[in-house]
């Protein structure tokens, strides 16, 4: 019999949340606690020891003996080293156990080994970690035992961010600041911040881990860097949706119950299109929260995988054939007082504070669109964008038929005084309730697509860190925000002012709305001629960047310096060019020394039978055929091989940098697509029991 849980009772129980330091801390220092959280400054000494003492007594009852600043660095991953709570052991030989406020808010792990980006030299080894006290810590429990994480900041010794966690902080403060500025344009003054809100919606493939580790592309690349079509795909669309197998339902339910535990809302969960992929969605909350517990998400979906004898792969594309995976970044701003910007209410072609601020979010988008491209782009991502299972590389925004004809009549006529309403939608069963119609339908084609009361921006790769596409947005809206609010705040009349500047950004911007089809070919042609850019690749995509428009968007909010932008141009290209160049070798040394071997073996019996048929005057053309298929092949893969391994040579010579990177992208990527073509092919052909390693029908059905 299944064990009930009791998700209430356990919803949390590993989190040092507001609740447990009211509960805990001494009433005067949780105020100070809370203060802070709320609206920014430092702990005083004596406070953050007490919290510090607290917190170590809290952690030590759950189990704990060690802690951790927990960081996310530029790799896109988690960083943690563990420092016990132990001290020198007192006159009496009794260890003791000790935890100080210095050391809760700053750590000093070594720098040297991150990615910088030129930021920091080898040899410059200092770098420090700031607790980040509006993100709560946590119990991580791991075969290491119990650990106290602490979610912090990561910088350098000179103070440039080395991490994810830092731009995005900043870029919540801009936001807030300037969108504070256009809520009081409108009489709210009871507001003191406003917050982004972000659910992350996390898409993965779950296969056999015993399967997985005869396959050194999964293990190397955390994909399939070769594998012919299985018979049956994803073309019935029976997986979708579809019952979940009992394997897999008691990974989800101790993913739930982890996750649970930690403070992630996971809500909902199913089978996504392909087959062996899922997802994984929660309840909105703070971005910078959300941010942290996406780590969280897809490190437990990995762990408790391996718990199972499965195993998670996050890659955005780890079959062909099949769906890739995304990570849909559901994205609002509230204040703290309650009103959700992007709620248009009954009557949105009234509501002149949401029309102001759509209008806002729709010139930022436009403006920087190459930005918010860029925030999405990553290796693995270049395999999905743009086909038939995921968004374009081409940036624009669905507003729905309601809200694109409300933009149309201010646009042309400068007033919407018509509303196209949902209507009713009739079931025609007696025992069926008739009920209230969306007045938009939905559009899964859409990069950039308004939900209701929320824009859900799914370019967003399965594998990567939300926190550079939600620091991008934050920064991009916050510019948006104070242009308007600096001619608005001036305006003699204001009614006039506001509705003229409504008009004018939805007029320059309307060039990226659009409701149809973003999977057409012809959309592609209709988007070049409105002047959207269309960027379809990770490397091409990085100068966004270091623009001179993007310099100065953030550095105008202290977001990024320049060199921080620089640093992290370097350090994308570098990332690209080591990708590839692990997935070449990996192809390289699969092809030599499994495929190639194994095709010669099948070869040979081929080989054998025909002179045995022929000994006996049997007919050989079917034989004989397929011999001179296979050796055709062989022959063609053979030459590949060595041609891949001359252009990674020469690629590996180059120096580091954007050349290199485009090398990887313009050379090496073709050879290995022309290695991949004749191996796949004698997959079809190749016996089985000769095949070197699992097939997409032994991955993807045998769960």
């Not at 980040?132 to 106290?148: M, Q, Y």
């Not at 936001?175 to 709210?188: D, H, K, M, P, T």
């Not at 939900?451 to 916050?478: C, Q, Y």
């Not at 350090?571 to 990996?586: G, Q, R, S, W």
């Amino acid at each position: 019999m299944t064990e009930i849980m009791n998700v209430e009772e356990i919803f949390g129980e590993n989190v040092f949340s507001k609740g447990v330091m009211r509960q805990r801390l001494p009433k005067e220092v949780f105020e100070e606690v809370e203060a802070v959280m709320e609206h920014g400054g430092e702990l005083s000494k004596e406070t953050a020891n007490i919290v510090a003492d607290l917190m170590k007594d809290w952690a030590i009852e759950k189990g704990a003996t060690h802690y951790t600043h927990w960081f996310q660095p530029l790799t896109g991953i988690t960083a943690e080293k563990h420092d016990s709570f132990v001290t020198h052991p007192n006159a009496d030989g009794k260890m003791l156990m000790e935890f100080s406020g210095k050391e809760l808010i700053k750590g000093e792990p070594d720098a040297s080994s991150f990615p910088s980006g030129g930021l920091r030299a080898t040899f410059e080894a200092r770098g420090y970690t700031a607790w980040d006290i509006t993100s709560p810590a946590f119990i991580k429990e791991t075969a290491t035992g119990p650990i106290l994480c602490i979610p912090t900041a990561f910088c350098s010794y000179k103070g440039e961010a080395l991490d994810k966690k830092t731009p995005l902080l900043r870029s919540l403060e801009a936001l807030s600041e300037q969108a504070i500025r256009i809520v009081r344009l409108f009489g709210n003054t009871e507001a003191t911040k406003v917050i982004a809100s972000v659910g992350a919606e996390q898409e993965y493939f779950i296969v056999d881990n015993d399967k997985a580790l005869q396959r050194e592309d999964i293990i190397f690349s955390g994909r399939t860097l070769f594998g012919a079509r299985a018979p049956k795909g994803q073309e019935m669309d029976d997986h979708y949706f579809g019952v979940i197998r009992e394997r897999i339902g008691s990974f989800m339910r101790d993913v739930n119950t982890e996750l649970w535990k930690l403070g992630v809302t996971a809500k909902t969960q199913h089978n996504e299109a392909a087959p062996a992929q899922h997802e994984l969605a929660p309840v909105y909350e703070s971005a910078n929260i959300a941010v942290d517990h996406n780590q969280l998400v897809m490190e437990t979906l990995k762990r408790v995988a391996g718990n199972h004898g499965l195993r998670c792969l996050l890659h955005e594309k780890p079959f062909a054939g099949v769906n890739g995976s995304g990570k849909h970044n559901n994205w609002s701003i509230t204040t703290d007082n309650g009103v959700n910007l992007l709620e248009p209410g009954v009557s949105p072609n009234e509501n002149i504070q949401f029309l102001l601020v759509l209008a806002c979010i729709i010139k930022a988008v436009d403006t920087h669109a190459d930005l918010l491209r860029q925030s999405a782009s990553n290796v693995g991502n270049d395999h999905r964008l743009g086909g038939y299972e995921a968004p374009p590389a081409i940036i624009s925004v669905f507003l729905g038929e309601q809200l694109e004809d409300v933009v149309k009549q201010l646009v042309e006529t400068g007033q919407a005084a018509n509303l196209i309403e949902g209507g009713t939608l009739q079931t025609g069963v007696s025992t069926l309730p008739d009920f209230e119609k969306d007045a938009t339908d939905r559009n899964r084609t859409s990069p950039f697509a308004f939900t209701g009361n929320k824009f859900e921006f799914r370019m967003v790769g399965s594998g990567d860190s939300i926190g550079s596409p939600n620091t991008i947005l934050n920064a991009i809206v916050a510019e948006s925000f104070c242009e308007a609010a600096d001619r608005l705040e001036n305006a003699e009349d204001f009614p006039l002012a506001v509705h003229d500047l409504i008009k004018e950004y939805l007029t320059r911007h309307q060039r990226v709305i659009f409701n149809g089809d973003g999977y057409s070919k012809e959309w592609i042609e209709v988007a070049r001629k409105r002047g959207l850019p269309n960027i379809p690749s990770m490397v091409e995509a990085v100068s966004a960047l270091t623009t001179p428009k993007a310099i100065k968007l953030f550095e105008k909010f202290n977001i990024f310096t320049e060199s921080e932008l620089e640093s992290r141009s370097e350090i994308l290209y570098e990332t690209y060019a080591k990708t590839i160049n692990i997935e070449a070798n990996t192809m390289i040394d699969m092809a030599n020394k499994q495929i190639i071997p194994a095709v010669i073996g099948f070869a040979g019996s081929l080989a054998g039978t025909e002179s045995n048929l022929k000994a006996v005057g049997a007919d050989v053309s079917v034989v004989d055929e397929r011999l001179k298929k296979v050796t055709d092949r062989l022959a063609s893969m053979q030459k590949c091989c060595t041609a891949l391994k001359e252009e990674v040579d020469k690629a590996v010579a180059m120096s580091r940098g954007r050349d290199q990177a485009f090398y990887y992208m313009q050379h090496v990527m073709p050879a290995m697509e022309a290695l991949r073509t004749p191996a796949d092919e004698l997959e079809g052909i190749v016996d089985k029991c000769y095949w070197p390693f699992p097939t997409y029908a032994d991955l993807l059905f045998e769960v």
